[in-house]
T-cell receptor, first 115, second 115 residues
Framework: GNSVTQMEGPVTLSEEAFLTINCTYTATGYPSLFWYVQYPGEGLQLLLK???ADDKGSNKGFEATYRKETTSFHLEKGSVQVSDSAVYFC??????????????WGLGTSLAVNP | KAGVTQTPRYLIKTRGQQVTLSCSPISGHRSVSWYQQTPGQGLQFLFEYFSETQRNKGNFPGRFSGRQFSNSRSEMNVSTLELGDSALYLC??????????????FGPGTRLTVL
């Protein structure tokens, strides 16, 4: 079945450091891939998404490229800020009619950015 | 446009009781999905409703049930509560709910504690 593997945290960085959070997936066909973020005390928010191979999703300085050959969707940001401290979740939605709205999630990576 | 709302935000129950959680989707959204979030298991899909019909179901026991009303509001019910049901229950709405590319918008969640 479909699955998502996400690097474990917590990740602690200094402000302006480069961020990479690894995400790989197992799925049949071409799933849609998502990064969601959960700020402390808040609900999940979509950060970015990519719906086909080689697509790059981007938002708020974050980027992730859908790599079919390596089944990966790594999240990157060139210069993190304290306000980026949150938990980041990688997720996929399958392509079969029965499961295309059922998000499969990674376990989340907690990011703490120090000033 | 108002976001997804969930009520109540916090609940404390004892083992054996039952509980009903409510979710109001974004206006115009017809699909509502429910997820359970726990530290050990992460985010797991419970079920999805569209036009008052359950379209998809996760691997949870029959104690977990849901329904959707004609105004797209949804409720989930957990009967005979167990300690392991303590979790954050998240609701997400989708405008069309027809494709894996559709973005799911999440509410803040209901924190259920079972004593």
């Amino acid at each position: 079945g479909n699955s998502v593997t996400q690097m474990e945290g917590p990740v602690t960085l200094s402000e302006e450091a480069f961020l990479t959070i690894n995400c790989t997936y197992t799925a049949t066909g071409y799933p849609s891939l998502f990064w969601y973020v959960q700020y402390p005390g808040e609900g999940l928010q979509l950060l970015l998404k990519a719906t086909k191979a080689d697509d790059k999703g981007s938002n708020k300085g974050f980027e992730a490229t859908y790599r079919k050959e390596t089944t990966s969707f790594h999240l990157e940001k060139g210069s993190v800020q304290v306000s980026d401290s949150a938990v980041y979740f990688c997720a996929l939605a399958g392509t079969n009619a029965g499961n295309n709205r059922k998000l499969i999630w990674g376990l989340g990576t907690s990011l703490a950015v120090n000033p | 446009k108002a976001g997804v709302t969930q009520t109540p935000r916090y609940l404390i129950k004892t083992r054996g009781q039952q509980v009903t959680l409510s979710c109001s989707p974004i206006s115009g959204h017809r699909s509502v999905s429910w997820y359970q979030q726990t530290p050990g298991q992460g985010l797991q899909f419970l079920f999805e409703y569209f036009s008052e019909t359950q379209r998809n179901k996760g691997n949870f026991p029959g104690r977990f049930s849901g329904r959707q009303f004609s105004n797209s509001r949804s409720e989930m019910n957990v009967s005979t509560l167990e300690l392991g049901d303590s979790a954050l229950y998240l609701c997400a709405s989708t405008q069309r709910g027809a494709s894996s590319t559709d973005t799911q918008y999440f509410g803040p969640g209901t924190r259920l504690t079972v004593l």
